[in-house]
């Protein structure tokens, strides 16, 4: 589903008149549209199924060791205050029978960011793609992100971040994941 500009363009300009400030003076004639190509690109994965992103291949055989990929960049926009937050994805599997290419991961991560989110929602969304589109042994996703409603209002902690974690199956056991961990926090 595309992002009606229109409208938003519209409500743009609502909420600019209902602050006080006039959508009509130089420097905001343009933020209604500006803000509708933002909102395009920002809501893009609503109602986008993230297994789309998943071409499958057979392992034919092999044993299908550990797939980790660490520091995946996003931005999504919270739900509650439609203010964004950014921060990295750490995503591993241990494939059954079936492997996707390492560009698809981040594509899934985009389409599950790309939609009006919490953080908690998001770990278990991208655990659950790739579960349901891999059919793997196990998935842990870890999540380390800064939220503009937590730096920017209340009680504006600028330097915190949230870490949240979802793990299916293999990946699941403390062993395992305690072993996932110490490579996801493992720089060289």
Same mark, same amino acid.
């Given at each position: 589903m595309a992002v009606d500009r229109e409208r938003v363009e519209a409500a743009v300009r609502e909420l600019l008149a209902a602050i006080g400030d006039d959508p009509a003076r130089e420097g905001l004639q343009d933020t209604p549209r500006r803000v509708a190509t933002a909102y395009g690109e920002y809501f893009a994965g609503v109602g986008a #199924?993230?297994?789309a992103q998943l071409d499958t291949l057979g392992l034919e055989g092999e044993s299908g060791e550990l797939v980790l990929l660490r520091d995946i960049e996003f931005r999504s926009m919270c739900e509650h205050h439609?203010?964004?937050f950014t921060g990295v994805a750490h995503v591993a599997y241990?494939? $059954? #029978?079936r492997i996707t $290419?390492?560009?698809r991961i981040p594509a899934v991560v985009d389409v599950v960011a790309s939609r009006p989110q919490i953080q908690e929602r998001l770990t278990d969304e991208i655990a659950d793609a790739l579960q349901a589109g891999l059919e793997p042994l196990g998935v842990?996703?870890?999540?380390? @992100?800064a939220h503009g409603c937590v730096a920017a209002r209340g009680q504006?902690? @600028?330097k915190s971040t949230t870490v949240t974690v979802a793990s299916r199956g293999r990946l699941s056991e403390p062993i395992e994941r305690a072993e996932i961990?110490?490579?996801i926090g493992e720089r060289r």
């Open positions: #199924d993230p297994t439609l203010l964004p241990l494939p $059954g #029978d $290419g390492l560009g842990l996703v870890v999540i380390e @992100a504006r902690q @600028a961990m110490a490579l």
